[in-house]
């Protein structure tokens, strides 16, 4: 069984930063692809960042291209998920979720675990 538990989010002021954490169980997690996801409240949940096991490889949707950074460190089973120049419309919860074996995916439907979520509110 895979746990991953999300840290990090908060209230912060549009332009702000904040680093999102999630913590995972298990020996098996630095094979995976890595994800970070959000929804915002009547919206459907959107891909945010992607990261391959090695983390060689990372993946951006285009709204948070050039102000989000996706990181891992294997040797502590954390991804992170750097977040600046936050904007209002960042606003959501956001999910990390373990994604397949050596790959790289950005549909959540190549997810398999996800973590209970973390809000991130931006003020403008």
């Known amino acids: 069984q895979v746990q991953l538990v999300e840290s990090g989010g908060g209230l912060v002021q549009a332009g702000g930063s904040l680093r999102l954490s999630c913590a995972a169980s298990?020996?098996?997690?630095?094979?995976?692809?890595m994800g970070w996801f959000r929804q915002a409240p009547g919206k459907e949940r959107e891909f945010v960042a992607a990261?391959?096991?090695?983390?060689?490889?990372?993946y951006y949707s285009d709204s948070v291209k050039g102000r989000f950074t996706i990181s891992r460190d294997n040797a502590k089973n954390t991804v992170y998920l750097q977040m600046n120049s936050l904007k209002p419309e960042d606003t959501a919860i956001y999910y990390c979720?373990?994604?397949?074996?050596?790959?790289?995916?950005?549909?959540?439907?190549?997810?398999?675990?996800w973590g209970q979520g973390t809000q991130v509110t931006v003020s403008s």
């Open positions: 979720a373990r994604g397949p074996p050596y790959g790289l995916a950005v549909s959540f439907r190549d997810y398999d675990y």
């Open positions: 990261i391959s096991w090695t983390g060689s490889n990372t």
């Open positions: 298990g020996r098996t997690f630095s094979n995976y692809c």
